[in-house]
């Protein structure tokens, strides 16, 4: 079956450093792959998309990193800061329907 | 744009009762989904539509869910009889259809539901 892993331990760390959140999953060839922020008690906010054709997409202190070999795909804020803190979701879609599979989530919490 | 509005945003309700949940999507948007997120599953895909169409209901979990979409600007997720195993959020989600750039969806703040 379709399976989609993240960290369930919380995520913490410094003020200042490099977060770096990690999505594998297997049985799935995803023609994309999202990030969303969701903060206690909202809806998940859409972060950042990636193609199956990219390696590498960047949106200012965000990174994402796609690896259709390794069946992963890295997500990177730099210079963290404690807004930061959230849970982050992966979820990837197969199809470009918007038929999105969601993993269960890393919750990050950024220390001042 | 008010993004996608949901109601009510919280609602208790005794097992056995009906309980319908309300959305209005983004306006131009046309796709349109219904989330179920709990701690256990975490957030699962219930059913989506395309204009105003259902197109996969496969996550819908027995016959007591019901949705429609009757225009481009309504849909409703129904449980009836509802179940203290319903209780869950339950997210309303929009997208515009981008052609190869991909749909990022738009989700509404949800309805927290608690069936007692």
């Known amino acids: 079956s379709q399976k989609i892993e993240q960290n369930s331990e919380a995520l913490n760390i410094q003020e200042g450093k490099t977060a770096t959140l990690t999505c594998n999953y297997t049985n799935y060839s995803p023609a994309y792959l999202q990030w969303y922020r969701q903060d206690p008690g909202r809806g998940p906010v859409f972060l950042l998309l990636?193609?199956?054709?990219?390696k590498e997409k960047r949106k200012e202190r965000l990174k994402v990193t796609f690896d259709t070999t390794l069946k992963q795909s890295l997500f990177h804020i730099t210079a963290s800061q404690p807004a930061d803190s959230a849970t982050y979701l992966c979820a990837l879609d197969r199809s470009n329907t918007g038929k999105l599979i969601f993993g269960q989530g890393t919750t990050l919490q950024v220390k001042p | 744009d008010a993004g996608v509005i949901q109601s009510p945003r919280h609602e208790v309700t005794e097992m056995g009762q009906e309980v319908t949940l309300r959305c209005k999507p983004i306006?131009?948007?046309?796709?349109l989904f219904w989330y179920r997120q709990t701690m256990m599953r975490g957030l699962e895909l219930l059913i989506y539509?395309?204009?105003?169409?259902?197109?996969?209901d496969s996550g819908m979990p027995e016959d007591r869910f019901s949705a429609k979409m009757p225009n481009a600007s309504f849909s409703t997720l129904k449980i009836q009889p509802s179940e203290p195993r319903d209780s869950a959020v339950y997210f309303c989600?929009?997208?515009?259809?981008?052609?190869?750039?991909?749909?990022?969806?738009?989700f509404g703040e949800g309805s927290w539901l608690t069936v007692v």
């Open positions: 306006s131009g948007h046309d796709y």
């Open positions: 990636i193609r199956e054709n990219e």
């Open positions: 989600a929009s997208s515009k259809s981008r052609g190869t750039k991909g749909n990022t969806i738009y």
């Open positions: 539509f395309n204009n105003n169409v259902p197109i996969d």
